[in-house]
Each structure stands twice: as structure tokens, then as C-alpha cells.
């Protein structure tokens, strides 16, 4: 049962309490979400240039109802923003109002010929998602993400290594990048000569989101953008690399997930090769992407909270901790989008079957109804109520959350053991993009 909010704005009050014979026509909706607008535009990668928009955030957090943007560029309709932690909660777990098979799960608009040509697991709802997540669950579960960890501290003690003997240099690229990637490489069985192409492919995979894309025929692409996920030519870079992957596993079965998925069925039929290499994509980018960006801002949070991590390195008890407020404050994934699928109302704010809804997980992990003084970076910060940056729960929780959560706590141990002393050489370039919260470089010196 939804509250009734005292002060709630006077036209979305008169929206609730229309007849579904008297809903407003759409220009009576215009005016109606109008004094509703967010802040700053959230469809624009150059307000998230410096990072997360707290102060619009805090703002929009503070209305009783949800913002909205309108429609930019192309895009045929506005959204509703999110920002509050028990709404994108609510959004996150009814997969049957607020749905990701439905429409788009980015804010853009595409074609429905081209949700069916980008679909991976991440785009269905339940049961077919949940059919698809059981191929690979296994792999991801607490206890077999144990089973890595020593081959996860090699990764690591290498890479610090080797930036300690250089005296420093580009964190991402010596650390940030290459680590996940190596490891979710590992578990899908691409041999390491080619984990700097994943790592190129997803960089220009993420700059689909972007200001700056590719050229439409790079990686020898000749597939229209719009059937692309991320509009991006490294999309189709990718699939080809999984391809080739899929057919050597085909003759030389090893112990990987590329062969489980090869191997695998699905209601008695093999996956389609639309379906393969979009798992594989998926995989790539989702076991990389999120721990990638919270790897690299780990670099300024260990410097403008040195005293945070003395902390840890006295009661090291407290990693756990530290490498979950980490994720929560570098809130890697800043959105994904649901589509209505009937008419409901979410925090006071009437909406129709085909409205978009973005539920902004780099607002709702600084809700101070939730957390407390939430700009506070607090390595000793309760588990509970967890954050949102793997999601808000339900169906599609990050399949890889343990897998994240123990690279990071590992991370961490070997800085603090080795006695590493961050400099930050030079201001962090942030990954041109609305969706991932990401940094493309940023230069350190070590003591």
C-alpha cells in the first residue's frame, strides 16, 4: 500500500485522483511533469564529467515524487528518475510491472527488431532469464568464488608489484584494467595473450554510451549500430572474438564457461549462436566493468581517506567493510532503466503502461534515510541495509557480486600488507559516459 505524502505538487495530487475514463491527455501530462524536472540532464554523459551529481541527486531525493527528464536528441519519449533506495528497490524486484524484456534496459530508445537482435540474459525477465542465469550461476556462487582467490592474489601481488618497481604510472592501466579482466577471463577460458583486446573491447564497448563513439565500421563492422548493444561497432568485435572462442571449444572441450555454454542446454535445445555470443558479451563486460571502476576509484579514496584505511590496515577484520563502502561510494553502474507494463504509481507519481522508469543506483546508495551521513566514506559502515550498486535485489541481483566484492577486499590487503603509498600524479579522466562510472586514467606516484 503506497503512503500519501503531505505537500505532494497539486497536479500530480489531481492525476491520482482521475478516473481511468478521465486520464489527462498528453499535453495535460506535459504541464504535469514539467514542475517535476530533474535538475540537471541525466541523458547527457557530460553532467556525470566529474562523477557522480550529488548535489542534483540530494535534490531529487528530497521531492516527494520522481523527476523527470524529457525527451533529448532522438529519443521518442522522456523517463522517470529514481533516486531514492526503497523505490528502486520495489523497481528492481517487480519484474512483472517494471519490466527489462518490455523496452530497453539503457535510457535510449531502439527498435524492437533490435531488442530482439541485442537480447542477452540481462534484457529478459523471469522465467526465461531465469532459465539463462542457471547456465552460469554455478560458477559465481560465495563458495566456488573461493576457489579463486589464490589465483585472484597472484593477479593482484603481479600487478602492485610491477607498479611499485616503476615508482607509479597509470593506475588503470597497470591495475584497474587488467586484474578483472584477467580473471573473468580466466573462468570464460580466453587464453591471456588476447586479455588486452577484452580489455580494448569493452573500453570501446562502453564508449557506445558515449560522446565520442567508434566509426560505425570499426572491428570490421557491417552490422547497422542500432543493432549493437551500446550503438557500438565493438559489439560486433566481440561476437566475433566469441565466435572463434565457441568453435575451438567445440573441438578442444576444457574446464571454462565458454565450453559450458557451448555444451549447455536450454528446455532441451542448445544456445543459439545469437544467444552464445551475447552471453559471452555479457559475461565480459558485467565480470569486468564493475569491479574495473571500483578498482580505479579505489586509488582516491585511499588517498582523500587515508585515515579510513589506517583503520583497516590496524583491525584488518574490517576488509569486508572497506570494500563494500568502496563499491557503494564509487557506485560503478550509475543506472538501469525498466519499462512500465501497466498503469501503477511509484512514490506518489501516477504512471502509464510504456513509461520508462531509470532507477539511478549512484543516487539511492547515498539515501540518507538509509545510510548514515552518506558522503561520510566509513570503512566500519554496517552490511546491512545493503547497498544498490550490484542492483536493488530480485531477479536480476549482479550475478557477479561475490566475484567483485573478493577482488576488491583482495586489493585492498595487498596495498595495505605491501605498505603502498598513493600520490595522485594527476586529475582522474573520467570514462565519457552516463551509464558507467568509470575512470580512463589516472596518474600515481608511489612512496
Known sequence: MRSEAVGCDAV??????????????????VLAVERLSAPVDLSDPATFARGIPQAAFAEMRSRPTLSWTPPRGGDRAGFWSVTRHEPLSEVSRNTEVYSSAVG??????IDSDALSARASMIDLDPPVHTRLRRLVSSAFTPRHVQSYEAAVRTRIGARLDALAAAGGGDWVEAVAAPIPIGVICDIMGVPESDHDYMIELTDHLVAGTSSRPLEPNAYGNTTELRLLPFNSPAAHGINEYARTLGERRR??????????????????????????????????FAGNETTRASMAHLALHLVEFAEEFERVRRDPSLTAQAAEEVIRYSSPILYFRRTVTRDTVLQDTPLHAGDKVVMWYAAANFDSEVFHDPLRFDVARPLRPPNVA?????AHFCLGAPLARLEVAILIEEILQRGLCLEIASDPVYVDSNFVNGIEHLEVALR
Open 390 to 394: 550490484f542492483g536493488g535485489g530480485g
Open 12 to 29: 500530480v495530487w489531481a492525476a491520482r485522483e482521475r478516473s481511468e475514463q478521465e486520464r489527462e491527455t498528453p499535453a495535460e501530462r
Open 104 to 109: 530497453h534496459i539503457q535510457i535510449y530508445d
Open 251 to 284: 573441438v578442444e572441450p576444457a574446464d571454462d564457461l565458454v565450453t559450458k555454454l557451448i555444451e549447455a542446454e536450454v528446455d532441451g535445445e542448445r544456445l543459439s549462436d545469437a544467444e552464445f555470443t551475447n552471453f559471452f558479451r555479457l559475461m565480459v
